[in-house]
C-alpha cells in the first residue's frame, strides 16, 4: 500500500512532514522530546526539557531576545535548505522508493 497523503516532487502521492518554524522564517523552540531537535535547531533556536514550563519559558525569552541578530535570517535559511519542506518530501520519497524496489 502505497502512503495516502502529503506532499511529492513527482506527483504521487507521500505522507510527509509540515512546515516547520524555520520554514516560516521563525526561530523554533522544541522541547527535547522532538526527534533530531539538536540536529533540527542547531544556531537557530532553543530546545527545552520536556514538561519543564519554567525552562519553556526560559527558551522563548532567549529566541525573542535573539530576533535582532543578524546573522540570524542566514542561519535560518541554512536549515530550511537542510530539513524543509522540499528537502523532507524528496528524502522520504527516495526512502519510499527504495523500499518498494525491495
Known sequence: ??????????GRPLRGGFPGPADCGTLP???SGVGCAADLVAGTGEIYPTGDTAALAA???RALA???DPGLAKRLQERIELY???QTALGFE????AAWRG
Not at 500500500?1 to 513527482?10: L, Y
Not at 527516495?94 to 522508493?97: P, S
Open 1 to 10: 500500500m502505497r502512503p495516502a497523503s502529503g506532499w511529492s516532487t513527482n
Open 94 to 97: 527516495q526512502a519510499t522508493d
Open 59 to 61: 527558551a522563548l525569552s
Open 66 to 68: 535573539r530576533l535582532g
Open 29 to 31: 523552540v522544541v522541547s
Open 84 to 86: 524543509g519542506v522540499e
